[in-house]
């Protein structure tokens, strides 16, 4: 895989839908934790995480931060389209309920 396909890119789809692109790693943890998806009070929005590449504990707690950003504003995040590595360690973990997957 090339450098480029890792870069993290955020984007935000005609429907409203974030896709997360690349892999989220130690050295843009906090550049991804700032990325965090935005929601107004009440409001849900769905996160399409067919394009995350290579995940890991560190996409795990991102993933998990950015929940917990959206609660605090009394927001519903959903996670679309995990990738089984991520499914597994999220269940190994025991916060695939938490996050929905």
Request: charged fraction near 20%; avoid cysteine; charge should be negative.
């Amino acid at each position: 895989m090339s450098a480029d396909s890792r870069a993290l890119r955020i984007e935000t789809n005609a429907q409203g839908v974030v896709a997360v692109h690349g892999a989220i790693t130690f050295y843009n943890a906090t550049d991804a934790l700032r990325a965090a998806p935005q929601t107004s009070h009440d409001a849900r929005l769905d996160v399409d995480l067919s394009a995350l590449a290579d995940a890991d504990s560190v996409s795990l707690a991102v993933l998990i931060a950015w929940v917990a950003q959206a609660r605090a504003r009394g927001a519903d995040l959903r996670y679309l389209n995990a990738p089984q590595g991520l499914r597994n360690l999220a269940h190994l973990s025991d916060v695939d309920g938490l996050l929905g997957l």
